[in-house]
């Protein structure tokens, strides 16, 4: 299986800051330049919530302070201008490889 | 809109068997695959596969062949996951999600059911 590697697994972050988010796959995830990484965002009592796919396309709806980037195996998920909303667990998943993988995930807190 | 709503909290004995359903609705149920994925408290996400509700055809998750069914009645636009010989280590939320079109490229996951807790205790 591919292995989805995320680092820091927990980071404090002032208000109005930005968070970084890297995330490492063990193959690349690059084809047909697209990059098959997605992002979401995890809150208590609330299901999944797509942020990012094919690496930096932002899903309809998310604020453009979620930003990301990368290519291959080397992933990043920025956050400018951190809310108190944003207090939450991130993962990226690859969607090249079956099985589809997470990584273990990532806190930010404020 | 896009609505995914899924069966209730489940509390099972290890060996025993259990159905979560996810009824679909606002959208084509034939043109986009659903997925299924759980939590298991303190931990990631878990990927255990996939269904076309087109044509039915199912990819599992390496490590769910064998303990999980997937299954989906066009009729009421449900999905399905049958979880058989549960062990306390399958104590997890499950969900299950919208993948893009049957058709389409890719397996990001955008929109969610609320999640059903599934508790596996003697």
């Known amino acids: 299986d591919v292995v989805m590697t995320q680092g820091p697994d927990s980071l404090a972050v002032s208000l109005g800051e930005r968070a970084t988010i890297n995330c490492k796959s063990s193959r690349s995830l690059l084809y047909n330049s697209k990059n098959y990484l997605a992002w979401y965002q995890l809150k208590p009592g609330q299901p999944p919530r797509l942020l990012i796919y094919w690496a930096s396309t932002r899903q309809s709806g998310v604020p453009d302070r979620f930003s990301g980037s990368g290519s291959a195996t080397d992933f990043t998920l920025t956050i400018t201008g951190l809310q108190a909303d944003d207090a939450a667990l991130y993962f990226c998943q690859q969607y090249y490889f079956s099985p589809y993988t997470f990584g273990q995930g990532t806190k930010v807190e404020i | 809109q896009v609505q995914l709503v899924q069966s209730g909290a489940e509390v099972k004995e290890p060996g025993a068997s259990v159905t979560v359903s996810c009824q679909t609705s606002g959208y084509s149920f034939s043109s986009y695959f659903i997925h299924w994925v759980r939590q298991a408290p303190g931990q990631g996400l878990d990927w255990l596969g996939l269904i076309n509700p087109s044509n039915g055809r199912i990819t599992y998750g390496q490590y769910f062949q064998g303990g999980v069914t997937m299954t989906r009645d066009k009729s009421t636009k449900t999905v399905y996951v049958e979880l058989r010989n549960l062990r306390y280590e399958d104590t997890a939320m499950y969900y299950c999600?919208?993948?893009?079109?049957?058709?389409?490229?890719?397996?990001?996951?955008?929109?969610w059911g609320q999640g059903t807790p599934v508790v596996v205790s003697s």
């Open positions: 999600a919208r993948g893009p079109g049957v058709s389409a490229d890719g397996a990001f996951l955008d929109y």
